[in-house]
């Protein structure tokens, strides 16, 4: 399992797939995910912006991943 990283919370699972490289777009993202290929925390998820935070492992493919938030500097 590989860990990213992420500034604030939460973020929609679509944007982790696409940031992620794990799908060519935005809309591919919505797709797999609509058709209940990813899944969160060991659970098949379809909405396409579920809103994922800190600790979520989320599963696609051979990928699984899990969130972490590492707040920016403030300034």
Not at 27 to 47: D, S
């Amino acid at each position: 399992m590989r860990e990213i990283e992420i500034s604030e919370e939460p973020i929609e699972l679509y944007k982790i797939l696409k940031f992620e490289n794990l799908v060519g777009s935005g809309g591919e993202a919505k797709h797999v995910i609509a058709e209940g290929y990813v899944i969160v925390n060991g659970e098949v998820e379809t909405r396409k912006r579920k809103k994922i935070f800190s600790g979520d492992v989320v599963e696609f493919g051979n990928e699984k991943i899990r969130v972490k938030v590492v707040p920016g500097e403030s300034k």
